[in-house]
């Protein structure tokens, strides 16, 4: 039976989505639909990610670098991007960025390319964990929307 929570057909959005990339059909099965909280509610609406345009690089292009290895230096247009910020490890990077793609693609956006990320804290963070053991990785991760 279609739950039409959020406003919309729950099951027809999973099977749309699952059959456009098996990966994320894969990853949304195993994490399941989401159960009602404590006081016995449903989860609220989930506010909408904002998809931020990409703030254009300011100041004239970069030249004389000296890169290193199979590295190329391109300079990116602005662009719209479906965003959000992450805090953990590295290696969970994988879900966040299947967020973001089933997010995009349920408020009727396409992503296109390939997801990027910003290492906030630097890339020896993205492995670590403190005394508590919590992770201090902090990523913003993009994906830019036709």
């Known amino acids: 039976m279609p739950r039409y929570s959020r406003g919309f057909d729950t099951d027809a959005a999973f099977d749309y989505l699952a ?7 894969t990853w949304m099965k195993r994490i399941g639909p989401i159960e009602a909280d404590q006081d016995g509610d449903t989860v609220g609406p989930i506010p909408a990610l ?3 345009p990409i703030q254009a ?19 990116q247009p602005a662009r719209k991007a479906a965003t959000a910020t992450y805090v953990g490890f590295m290696a969970e990077l994988e879900n966040v960025r299947n967020a973001v793609r089933a997010w995009a693609l349920t408020q009727g956006y396409e992503p ?6 910003v290492y906030k804290n630097g890339v020896d963070k993205a492995f670590t ?4 053991n919590q992770p201090q990785g902090q990523f913003d991760v993009y994906w830019d929307l036709k």
């Open 112 to 117: 296109t390319g390939r997801p990027y990320e």
């Open 129 to 132: 964990a403190d005394e508590n």
């Open 19 to 25: 059959k456009r990339d098996r990966k994320l059909g």
């Open 57 to 75: 690089a300011s100041g004239p292009e970069l030249t004389g670098l000296k890169l290193q290895g199979p590295v190329k230096y391109v300079r």
């Open 50 to 52: 904002p998809s931020a």
